[in-house]
């Protein structure tokens, strides 16, 4: 097993994909839902397309950047569907950095595993939209029912653990003012939800970031104030490019 072979995007540098830090992002191919929205297509879907990246090129860089970045987070496709993911954040968390991962909740199991570590600092959580809507939402890679029982136990996490997770919504075309509402009731006590704004997916090659799109590659939040989320209008980046370019300190 070689975890980091999944590593097919890098962004050395953010101000938008984590909330009130300074983070670069690393980006997993692969993803187990199949949502006509998302801008980081090639990377869910395809990302055996892309290049692999250079694990100690990688740690070389964190290993310089540990003045100037708080953080890193880690984003795709969905991480959680990645075999060994607990091996990359490992030796991120050794290098002494905070981690965030960005998940859709579709495998809360594996979500438990790497809340146990501690290895994650925070967990940002894309609800895609009320329960009835994920088939239509997700390319029915899941029905109502499996969305609600995987959310609800992500829920149950982020209640008992109130200070590691924070959900957030793309307002894509199929919601409504109603469905944002309902969403926003699902969330537990205390939990405010961040919708994102929606750009339509440009659907290149390249695997876009936060920072450029605001909603790159993967399901990345943009925070309320910042427009730069993976599905945001800001984070449509690329998934190739720049973004794949690890090498350099």
């Not at 405010?192 to 990345?220: C, F, N, W």
Request: hydrophobic share 35%.
């Amino acid at each position: 097993m070689q975890p980091w072979k999944s590593v097919r995007g890098f962004e050395r540098f953010s101000l938008c994909d984590w909330p009130g830090k300074t983070c670069c992002v690393i980006f997993l191919g692969g993803c187990n839902l199949h949502c006509p929205t998302c801008h980081n297509a090639t990377m869910a879907w395809h990302h055996d397309t892309l290049p692999t990246l250079d694990q100690s090129a990688m740690m070389r860089f964190l290993q310089n950047r540990t003045k100037w970045l708080d953080g890193v987070t880690i984003t795709g496709g969905e991480p959680t569907t990645v075999d060994g993911l607990e091996t990359i954040l490992a030796d991120i968390h050794a290098l002494g950095y905070a981690i965030k991962l960005d998940t859709n909740a579709m495998n809360p199991g594996v979500v438990a595993d790497m809340l146990a570590t501690g290895y994650v600092t925070t967990f940002a959580v894309d609800v895609k939209g009320p329960y009835e809507k994920y088939p239509a939402l997700t390319g029915n890679a899941v029905s109502a029912e499996t969305a609600q029982h995987n959310v609800e136990r992500i829920f149950a996490m982020a209640q008992d653990n109130p200070g590691r997770f924070y959900f957030r919504t793309t307002r894509v075309p199929l919601l409504t003012d109603t469905d944002i509402e309902t969403v926003r009731g699902y969330l537990p006590a205390g939990f405010p939800l961040t919708e994102q704004k929606y750009i339509e997916p440009r659907r290149t090659s390249d695997a876009q970031t936060d920072s450029e799109t605001r909603r790159m590659h993967g399901d990345v939040v943009t925070g309320a104030d910042c427009e730069c989320h993976p599905e945001g209008a800001a984070s449509q980046r690329g998934e190739g490019s720049a973004a794949l370019q690890a090498t350099g300190s």
